[in-house]
């Protein structure tokens, strides 16, 4: 059974950036794909980021496409969301996914394991 915990949220000033990271135990019994995804208070959970397992596909949602950067470390078994520019609209919890498919999507209801969250806080 897979298992994901992210970590690295914290407060942060605006224009910095951040690496948030996502552990993955467990087997995934085939290709997979693992996606990011926030919500912050009163809003939709929404896409960010998503990569497949063989790290030659990555999706991003336009708001954030030139500002965060996914990325995976197999020998670590760890996917990585590496966000720049931090505005305060970045505010939320973010979550990482999995989903038993090769083919990343943007679809939170594609994703069928997820991690409790991590929170990202920017203060103007």
């Known amino acids: 059974q897979v298992q994901l915990g992210e970590s690295g949220g914290r407060l942060v000033q605006a224009g910095e950036s951040l690496r948030l990271s996502c552990l993955f135990s467990?087997?995934?019994?085939?290709?997979?794909?693992m996606g990011w995804f926030r919500q912050a208070p009163g809003s939709e959970r929404e896409f960010v980021a998503a990569i497949d397992w063989t790290t030659t596909q990555r999706l991003y949602a336009l708001s954030v496409k030139d500002r965060l950067a996914i990325s995976r470390s197999d020998a670590k078994n760890t996917v990585f969301l590496q966000m720049g520019l931090l505005k305060p609209e970045d505010t939320a919890t973010y979550y990482c996914?999995?989903?038993?498919?090769?083919?990343?999507?943007?679809?939170?209801?594609?994703?069928?394991?997820w991690g409790q969250g991590t929170q990202v806080t920017v203060s103007s």
């Open positions: 996914a999995f989903r038993t498919s090769p083919q990343p999507t943007d679809e939170s209801g594609d994703y069928s394991v």
């Open positions: 467990g087997r995934a019994f085939g290709p997979y794909s």
